[in-house]
């Protein structure tokens, strides 16, 4: 069966790691194991100090969060200060 | 301790009424206990500046410090603070700038300039080095910055130099004016420009051509190196930062459903895409600007070649600007924006507060305690960029109307009537910056307690969502651990945006802030700094601030959030329905964690003597204020 969610980027990582200008890509899972944040992020291999949080249907994230098919997961950039 | 480098080791000291300019050997008992920057003027500006003075009145001291990386090849040692009371807040006022000319006033042999009296005519200082004089400034009264700076130029007949000044708001006394230096830089927050104003010192011109001797210039080098290494491969201050200025905030904070929009009636601006940095790159920026030796260069200059605002030219804006001038007004119009930007620097308006009072007379406007009759004839309807336009520059002249915004929310509201406070949203009289509180709870109860009002650089965290998680006890510890460290590049002279937040994870921000900074101070100084030493140095401001406005009678009932953000939930965005919830236990947590009196806010004497502050626990008993 696998899973088919939704992941969207937000802010400056759209444009890094979104082919769509509304930053959102379906990532489809063809097997039906686990698959959580870290996983995601493992695909992505994105650059230290580059995530600051990821919300998975609307609640934050840590890493070892399972991703459900039909899931909505964002990602925001790290920030500070501001 | 004595210091052998780092520092220039003079005092500049300037009375305006005697028309006297007298040099002091820095003293080192300021050195050891302040370290520079903010800790000189929190603490000059206790021991100074008379509980009672009016903030417009010769009294007054308008206190100008570098820090001891200021101007030297230390990365992003670039920045100055201006202290005084502040004449918008009528409590502790500063206002923290970078760009050339902190760098060039070290250069020509001073760390601190106090400025006392006021001139009864509009003078101007010129430093040439050793050479200090106050010279007539009557040609450059009523010109802008940007005039002031080019004719000052001119005056001296040297191209080189750098030049602080103030615009027609500052001498005009409208209680946000800021210093401008380098045409864009602006020394912008709680009225800084206006205690210059009411000095009659138009400008401080310098030309420094000494350079900053170092103890041990090896060991300099090395911790040179090593930040320089950090800065320039960190994927914040590499890539982030030259790319995107502060302007990726945008919509960050849009997405997070805080983005202050129609004056904090929602956090979500519909129309983002038309002022975010993906806007302004594509369509008006030109270049990115360096402050003095730093490899970041995330100020924009933008510049505007076609439409009806064709010819503006600007340095900026930063985020805080897209929403002071864009959502905040309702305003998506991006060129009328960066013209709103240059208009400010011209005039020397603190940008943020002018936006604010702006939108908080607009939306009086909508509610219908303002109409057309009030205003002298604008429409101040929510994105009417040609009726923002024209009341900066009412503001900035105390012109009809703009006279009513140009004293303040507090003022306005007497002229408008009661029911406009609910409306004026500040804290200790001055506007939150951009972010909802509602939208990001921990955090942002920053905004209640900063020692100037409303401000988001006392605290400023890496990593900011991480403390929503976060148990309250534990998230206020966190909160006060987050304002020593950024208080850190502040007493140092450095700027804080690649010093701190700005950095991959907290661990590179903790090397920077604990490790490296001290290690620059020891090396230049020739005395020894510690993470300890530098920490207790950032707490000790902190509780001198704290207790300066103690002094004045501030208490707990002034750290406050306003009642928009605690009991109206936010109609749209991520955050929709949020209101803030957990004020008290945020408070509790805070004051616990600093050390302050839950009931008074006043520090602990505990506190206070740990931080060897005795004689200002007890000067604040001389004056009556309790310390448990």
């Not at chain 2, 000052?152 to 615009?167: E, F, K, P, Y």
């Not at chain 2, 205690?195 to 310098?206: C, F």
Request: charged share 25%; net charge negative.
């Amino acid at each position: 069966m696998g899973k088919k969610f939704m992941v969207k980027f937000y802010s400056y990582l759209r444009e890094k790691y979104s082919s769509h200008s509304g930053g959102e890509e379906v990532i489809i899972i063809d097997n039906d194991g686990d698959y959580t944040i870290e996983d995601l992020k493992k695909q992505y291999d994105f650059i230290p100090g580059e995530i600051g949080c990821v919300i998975l249907n609307k609640q934050m994230a840590e890493d070892d969060a399972i991703i459900q098919d039909g899931n909505l997961v964002e990602i925001f950039p790290f920030f500070g200060g501001g | 301790m004595s210091v052998k480098g780092g520092y220039a080791g003079q005092v500049l000291e300037i009375d305006l009424t005697e028309r006297a300019v007298n040099r002091k050997k820095l003293s080192p008992e300021l050195i050891n206990g302040y370290m520079g920057g903010r800790g000189f003027t929190s603490r000059l500006q206790y021991d100074l500046i008379p509980p009672k003075a009016d903030p417009l009145s010769p009294e007054n001291v308008l206190i100008i410090a570098t820090g001891p990386l200021t101007g030297t090849m230390a990365p992003a040692s670039s920045r100055f603070v201006v202290g005084a009371k502040s004449p918008l807040t009528g409590i502790l006022g500063d206002a923290n700038c970078g760009g050339h000319w902190g760098p060039e006033l070290k250069h020509a042999g001073y760390d601190l300039l106090i400025i006392r009296g006021r001139a009864p005519r509009s003078v101007y200082l010129w430093i040439d080095d050793d050479r200090v004089e106050i010279r007539d400034a009557s040609h450059l009264w009523g010109k802008t910055t940007g005039e002031t700076e080019k004719l000052i130029r001119q005056d001296v007949g040297d191209d080189s130099i750098r030049v602080a000044s103030i615009g027609p708001a500052g001498e005009n006394l409208v209680r946000f004016a800021g210093i401008v230096a380098d045409y864009d830089h602006l020394a912008a927050r709680t009225g800084m420009g206006t205690v210059m104003g009411s000095k009659n010192l138009k400008a401080i011109a310098v030309r420094g051509t000494r350079g900053i001797e170092v103890a041990d210039l090896s060991g300099f080098k090395e911790a040179v190196e090593q930040i320089w290494e950090l800065l320039t491969s960190d994927e914040q201050t590499a890539r982030v930062l030259p790319q995107y200025g502060t302007t990726s905030l945008v919509d960050l904070h849009n997405s997070l459903g805080g983005m202050s929009t129609r004056n904090w009636q929602t956090g979500y601006f519909d129309q983002v895409s038309k002022i975010n940095s993906d806007a302004l790159r594509d369509n008006y920026l030109l270049n990115t600007v360096g402050c003095f030796c730093c490899p970041c260069r995330c100020d924009r200059y933008c510049v505007v070649d076609k439409g009806e605002f064709k010819g503006t030219r600007v340095g900026g804006p930063e985020y805080y600007t897209l929403v002071a001038m864009g959502s905040k007004c309702g305003n998506d119009n991006l060129a009328s924006i960066l013209k709103a930007n240059e208009l400010c620097n011209n005039y020397g308006l603190d940008v943020g507060t002018t936006g604010g009072v702006i939108a908080f007379a607009m939306e009086c406007f909508e509610k219908g305690l303002l109409t057309i009759r009030d205003t002298g004839g604008l429409d101040l309807s929510w994105g009417n960029y040609h009726a923002i336009l024209q009341l900066i520059e009412m503001i900035a002249y105390r012109q009809g109307f703009g006279n009513t915004l140009a004293l303040g929310f507090g003022e306005a509201v007497k002229e408008i009537g009661p029911e406009s406070g609910n409306y004026a949203i500040q804290i200790k009289g001055m506007d939150p910056p951009t972010f909802d509180p509602r939208a990001l709870k921990v955090y942002n109860f920053r905004y209640a307690v900063a020692s100037r009002g409303a401000d988001h650089l006392r605290i400023s965290a890496h990593g900011a969502y991480e403390l929503e998680v976060s148990e309250p006890a534990q998230a206020t510890q966190k909160l006060k651990f987050w304002q020593d460290i950024v208080c850190i590049p502040d007493i140092a002279g450095v700027c804080k945006f690649p010093y701190t937040f700005y950095s991959q994870s907290a661990d590179v921000t903790m090397k920077k802030a604990l490790q490296l900074v001290p290690l620059l101070i020891e090396s230049a100084a020739g005395v020894k700094m510690d993470s300890g030493m530098i920490m207790d140095i950032a707490k000790r401001v902190a509780l001198t601030e704290r207790a300066f406005n103690n002094r004045l009678g501030l208490t707990a009932e002034q750290d406050y959030l306003p009642e928009r953000f605690l009991k109206d939930e936010l109609p749209s965005g991520r955050a929709k329905g949020q209101k803030y919830d957990v004020f008290d236990t945020m408070k509790a947590g805070y004051y616990a964690a600093c050390g302050w009196d839950q009931e008074t806010g006043v520090p602990k004497r505990e506190t206070m003597e740990q931080a060897g502050l005795h004689d200002i626990a007890e000067d604040l008993e001389k004056h009556d204020i309790i310390i448990k």
